[in-house]
């Protein structure tokens, strides 16, 4: 596990490079022996509100179908560490990029005091903008440096972002893309495999043309119109408990971001030691409520290296 997860870490420094002045190495992750506890980071929501109060003990979790037992961890103990990896390609020149910007200041907005955000930006090169600093300042003055140029290599960049937000203690990536990849090095299938390796829950943010606007949050129905790559990045973005969604104006993308920033507010840390399977190898998570008709957003399982 060590070995894999630090030489990913280097494949991602690799694509993007030093950062700039202003940004700050993130010191190297510490990796432990043994799997001592297992964080699930979980939305609970009924009609799309977030059902609030709840206890440990109202929710039951299997670990390869074995019962756990559950602790609730206070989301202050925990800081978050956001990753902005925002597409910067030709395309988004003008008033998409301005939308942008507004949206992202809407997203630090939504922050905690003590939460950490960072900024990758991505055309055909990756450039590591600002932090992880929990100083949100440096992000937005980062913010103004963006500049639209170049095609896109999404896959290469949302890699980078998951690598580079491992060392947070609740990592959390938001993917911002208006178009389709057409250099990255990696393949899809790489990148679905990190997703589900990760400890990032990541939300993936797509600008679609009015004539094909998904809703906000767009279900199964809605998958016949979405392109391959967005089908892709739908289910690296659930598979880990975040969502895929879409935006076709200014307001729509503000909206987008901020819900994410406010989602993060209201989800539960859950904590556990995994007793009764087997250390190595993928462990299978099945997350629900007692007695309860709601939906909930987890990640669905996580990954044991030797």
């Known amino acids: 596990m060590k070995g894999g997860r630090w030489a990913r870490r280097l494949l991602a420094t690799a694509?993007?490079?030093?950062?700039?002045?202003?940004?700050?190495?993130?010191?190297?992750?510490?990796?432990?022996?043994?799997?001592?506890?297992?964080?699930?980071?979980?939305?609970?929501?009924?009609?799309?509100q977030p059902v609030p109060g709840?206890?440990?003990?109202?929710?039951?979790?299997?670990?390869n179908g074995v019962r756990q037992t559950l602790s609730l961890v206070a989301a202050e103990s925990r800081p978050l560490l956001a990753v902005l990896v925002f597409d910067t390609s030709n395309s988004m020149a003008g008033e998409r990029l301005a939308a942008l910007r507004s949206a992202a200041e809407a997203f630090l907005d939504g922050?905690?005091?003590?939460?950490?955000?960072?900024?990758?930006?991505?055309?055909?090169?990756?450039?590591?903008?600002?932090?992880?600093?929990?100083?949100?300042?440096?992000?937005?003055?980062?913010?103004?440096r963006l500049r639209a140029e170049g095609v896109t290599g999404?896959?290469?960049?949302?890699?980078?972002?998951?690598?580079?937000?491992?060392?947070?203690?609740?990592?959390?990536?938001?993917?911002?893309?208006?178009?389709?990849?057409?250099?990255s090095i990696l393949s899809r299938r790489q990148l679905q495999e990190e997703a589900e390796r990760s400890n990032a829950l990541i939300h993936v943010v797509g600008w679609q043309p009015p004539k094909v606007v998904l809703p906000l949050h767009f279900s199964e129905a809605a998958l016949g119109t979405a392109s391959e790559q967005t089908r892709a990045l739908r289910k690296m973005a659930e598979v880990t408990g975040g969502r895929f969604w879409t935006a076709d104006s200014p307001a729509r993308l503000r909206e987008a971001f901020a819900a994410i920033a406010d989602a993060m507010g209201h989800r539960y840390l859950l904590q556990y030691e995994p007793r009764g399977v087997r250390r190595e190898g993928w462990h299978r998570i099945e997350l629900r409520l007692r007695g309860r008709k709601v939906d909930v957003q987890a990640r669905r399982g996580y990954w044991v290296g030797r």
């Open 15 to 48: 694509l993007v490079g030093a950062p700039t002045a202003a940004a700050q190495t993130p010191a190297p992750p510490v990796f432990r022996s043994g799997v001592e506890a297992v964080y699930v980071d979980a939305f609970v929501s009924r009609s799309g």
């Open 54 to 63: 709840l206890q440990a003990t109202d929710f039951e979790l299997k670990d």
């Open 111 to 144: 922050l905690r005091p003590n939460d950490q955000a960072a900024l990758i930006a991505f055309a055909h090169e990756i450039e590591w903008l600002a932090g992880p600093s929990a100083d949100k300042a440096e992000v937005r003055s980062a913010l103004g």
């Open 154 to 183: 999404v896959y290469d960049a949302l890699y980078a972002g998951i690598a580079l937000s491992d060392v947070g203690v609740r990592p959390l990536v938001v993917l911002f893309t208006d178009g389709e990849d057409n250099v």
